[in-house]
Each structure stands twice: as C-alpha cells, then as structure tokens.
C-alpha cells in the first residue's frame, strides 16, 4: 500500500537527520539523503519489498514518531519529529537508539539500517550513486556477462501452477545440506527431486547491482530479522542457497 504525503514527510525528516548534508565538508559530505533518493527508495521498499506485517508496523512507527500525543505519553514531551531542528532530531533518534523500550529500539534499528544500506547500496538518481565515487569504488561493470557454457547449466523445471511428479526422494532447499545430501542419495541411485524456492542464477544472470542482488538472493530481500531487529539474518535464496552468495573470489 502506498505511503501518505504525511508519512513520506516523516520519512524524509527521518533520512534527512540519518543522512545530513554537511556544507563546507567533502563532495560526499555535502551529499544529502535526497541526492542518493533515499526516501523515495525506501518508500518503494516499504510499499513493494518488507513482509506485510513489517510494512505495516513501520508505517505505524512514522505516524507515531510525528504524533505529539504519541510523543508525549512515551517521553512527556508533546513534540512532532519533522517540527524540530536538526540538533533536536538527531538526539530524539539517539534517545530511541538507546530506550529501555524495546518497541523504539525496534523502530531506531529499522529505519536506520534501511536508509543506510540504501544510500550505499542503491543505484541512485542516475544508476551511479554518488557515494560510490566518493568511496573509491568504481560501481557494477558494465561489461556484458560471460554466458555460461550449455553444457553446465541445470536444467531446473519452473513450478507456477499445479504439478505432478514422482521421485523416491524429495529435498526441500538446495543449499549448502540440501545440494549435499541430494548428491548423495542420486549418487547411490535414488530418483531425487530439489524444490527450491528462489531463483535459479547462472554468469549470464548475475549483475553486480548490489540493491537488486540483495533483494532477490536473500530470504526476504536480505531484510529477515528477529522479531526485534536486533539481529539481522543473512541468508541465501536461490540455487545453491547460501553458498551462491556467501564466497568471495580470489
Ligand atoms: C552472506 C553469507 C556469508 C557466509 N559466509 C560463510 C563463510 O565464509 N563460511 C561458511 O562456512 N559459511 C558461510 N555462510 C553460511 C553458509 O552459507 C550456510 O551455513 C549454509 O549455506 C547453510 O546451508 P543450508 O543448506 O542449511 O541452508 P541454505 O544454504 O540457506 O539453503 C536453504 C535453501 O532452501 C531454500 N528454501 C527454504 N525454505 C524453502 C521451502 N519451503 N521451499 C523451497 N525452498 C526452500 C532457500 O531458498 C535456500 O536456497 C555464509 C552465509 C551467508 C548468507
């Protein structure tokens, strides 16, 4: 569901004060959190990519950081977040950052770490985001991929629709235990069948996009936590599970 004008306003009050454009430092500190179109790619991933409970629960978070009543019954103060000065901003956030209450602990996690993933990972304005110039990293090649030779590609059978198929074994996930243990048991001589949920990659597939990789290698576009977001679970979702995305090369 779309976001309201009044919660994309939070939102970019919330991105502005994560992200602040600092006058008279570097070209990159300079940056601000509109120049990397954080809001607007974080609007988009909550309104298309977190799980319907989390969407809702972070629309809930912008409403209340912007209400006064709300604010008032958790701090006594009867303030609206995108009302105050920047100084004022940031220590609100650090105040939620460190409160004892573990739901605005939750709320200071979720915003914080998407915007910040996004302004580093997005592809910006322009498909070149200008932290990555910044950093010294070049961006994603632009060099076509190097297809894949016939002769290694799997054969995998896409299942959108009722289907019937017969095997001795069936393994769920073809990760790291899933693509070992099928191995095995079709080494021995059983007919094995792999269901895996996400999609099947190959050279010609694979871009070096960091944002889309993410979201569509990872369980949950690489957003699965805990249920209080104190722990972030990285975890692999495709072929190969896990160890499609977790080697670097020499
Ligand atoms: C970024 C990252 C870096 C890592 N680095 C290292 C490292 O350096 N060294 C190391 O030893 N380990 C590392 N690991 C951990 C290692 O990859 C995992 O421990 C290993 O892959 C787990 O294997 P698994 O088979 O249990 O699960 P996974 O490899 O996670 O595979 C599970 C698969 O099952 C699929 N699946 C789940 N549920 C269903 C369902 N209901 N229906 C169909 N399919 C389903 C998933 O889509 C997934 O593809 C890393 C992991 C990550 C994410």
């Given at each position: 569901?779309?976001?309201?004008?009044?919660e994309?306003?939070?939102?970019?009050?919330?991105?502005?004060?994560?992200?602040?454009?600092?006058?008279?430092?570097?070209?990159?500190?300079?940056?601000?959190?509109?120049?990397?179109?954080?809001?607007?790619?974080?609007?988009?991933?909550?309104?298309?990519?977190?799980?319907?409970?989390?969407?809702?629960?972070?629309?809930?978070?912008?409403?209340?950081?912007?209400?006064?009543?709300?604010?008032?019954?958790?701090?006594?103060?009867?303030?609206?977040?995108?009302?105050?000065?920047?100084?004022?901003?940031?220590?609100?956030?650090?105040?939620?950052?460190?409160?004892?209450?573990?739901?605005?602990?939750?709320?200071?996690?979720?915003?914080?770490?998407?915007?910040?993933?996004?302004a580093?990972?997005?592809?910006?304005?322009?498909?070149?985001?200008?932290?990555?110039?910044?950093?010294?990293?070049?961006?994603?090649?632009?060099?076509?991929?190097?297809?894949?030779p016939e002769?290694?590609?799997?054969?995998?059978?896409?299942?959108?629709?009722?289907?019937?198929?017969?095997?001795?074994?069936?393994?769920?996930?073809?990760?790291?235990?899933?693509?070992?243990?099928?191995?095995?048991?079709?080494?021995?001589?059983?007919?094995?069948?792999?269901?895996?949920?996400?999609?099947?990659?190959?050279?010609?597939?694979?871009?070096?996009?960091?944002?889309?990789?993410?979201?569509?290698?990872?369980?949950?576009?690489?957003?699965?936590?805990?249920?209080?977001?104190?722990?972030?679970?990285?975890?692999?979702?495709?072929?190969?599970?896990?160890?499609?995305?977790?080697w670097?090369?020499?």
């Amino acid at each position: 569901m779309e976001l309201t004008d009044a919660e994309r306003a939070t939102l970019k009050a919330l991105c502005d004060t994560l992200f602040p454009s600092i006058p008279g430092g570097s070209d990159f500190l300079r940056l601000s959190a509109s120049d990397l179109a954080i809001e607007s790619s974080l609007a988009e991933a909550v309104e298309r990519s977190l799980q319907p409970g989390s969407a809702r629960d972070f629309r809930r978070m912008l409403r209340a950081v912007d209400s006064p009543a709300y604010n008032f019954i958790l701090s006594g103060r009867p303030v609206k977040f995108s009302s105050l000065g920047s100084g004022a901003r940031e220590r609100y956030l650090q105040a939620w950052r460190d409160s004892p209450f573990a739901l605005k602990r939750t709320a200071f996690q979720a915003v914080k770490r998407l915007a910040l993933f996004i302004a580093y990972a997005s592809p910006g304005l322009d498909g070149r985001n200008p932290s990555w110039g910044a950093l010294g990293y070049p961006g994603p090649s632009r060099d076509p991929p190097v297809p894949t030779p016939e002769n290694l590609l799997l054969k995998p059978i896409p299942v959108d629709a009722d289907a019937k198929m017969s095997c001795d074994v069936v393994v769920v996930g073809s990760g790291a235990g899933g693509g070992a243990v099928a191995e095995s048991l079709s080494g021995a001589g059983y007919d094995v069948l792999v269901l895996e949920q996400g999609p099947y990659d190959t050279s010609t597939t694979f871009r070096q996009d960091e944002m889309g990789m993410m979201q569509r290698l990872f369980q949950q576009g690489g957003t699965a936590a805990t249920v209080d977001l104190s722990f972030v679970l990285l975890a692999g979702r495709g072929a190969g599970g896990g160890t499609t995305v977790n080697w670097i090369p020499a």
